[in-house]
């Protein structure tokens, strides 16, 4: 365990049901990621969390909706996707956005494989 | 643009020495980050280079060339645990808000043969 927990660890949706993924830390840190992982391509970062506030959103369609209750808790919430949207979605945290991930880098989770059928 | 590149596999003997290369360009080039990624888990940190030159940690060793925009990663006496994908990342300054953006490379698996 990396510190950063991730639920489920797998999940198999329709493209009519909503589900969500949770993400939860006790590491103190104060930023938390949404990055997605597509077999042979670059982690591509979703959403940025600092102090519970969106401070990035990088194009992302709006069928994925996030949510950060607090500092230690994020959410992925899934609606209406497509078999495109399989993949590995992983969580990170860092202690705070900017200088801070220099020393440490990010504190990942182990994702939540997502099959859309 | 942004662009990160490193070869797509490799393969290795246990016991030899691979070096894995990453290519990059971006504007605002703050620090390099290498983690390792093993099957179905968590990528975790290995390193991080924003000065030129190499750092050695254990078996593990991280080079830096900013103005070649070139960085590897050296794996010594390799052990078959070290199979894994390793993930070359750039931090880079965005232009708008001065925050700070990781960008990553798509990973090179490495496989670690007997």
């Known amino acids: 365990e990396t510190g950063v927990t991730q639920t489920p660890r797998h999940l198999v949706m329709g493209m009519t049901n909503k589900k969500s993924l949770k993400c939860e830390q006790h590491l103190g840190h104060n930023a938390m990621y949404w990055y997605k992982q597509s077999a042979k391509k670059p982690l591509e970062l979703m959403f940025v969390?600092?102090?519970?506030?969106?401070?990035e959103n990088n194009s992302v369609p709006s069928r994925f909706s996030p949510e950060c209750p607090n500092s230690s808790h994020l959410f992925l919430h899934l609606h209406t996707l497509q078999p495109e949207d399989s993949a590995l979605y992983l969580c990170a945290s860092s202690l705070n956005y900017g200088d801070s991930d220099a020393n440490y880098g990010y504190t990942f989770g182990s994702g939540t494989r997502l099959t859309v059928v | 643009g942004q662009n990160i590149d490193q070869p797509t596999e490799m393969t290795a003997t246990e016991g030899a020495i691979v070096q894995i290369n990453c290519t990059y360009q971006t504007s605002g080039f703050n620090g390099l980050f290498w983690y390792q990624q093993h099957a179905g888990e968590a990528p975790t940190f290995l390193s991080y280079n924003v000065l030129d030159g190499l750092e050695e940690k254990g078996r593990f060793s991280s080079f830096l060339s900013r103005s070649k925009g070139y960085s590897y990663l050296l794996l010594k006496e390799l052990q078959m645990k070290d199979s894994a994908s390793y993930l070359c990342a750039v931090r880079a300054r965005t232009k708008y808000t001065g925050g700070f953006k990781t960008i990553f490379g798509a990973g090179t698996r490495l496989f670690v043969k007997a």
């Open positions: 969390y600092n102090f519970k506030e969106q401070t």
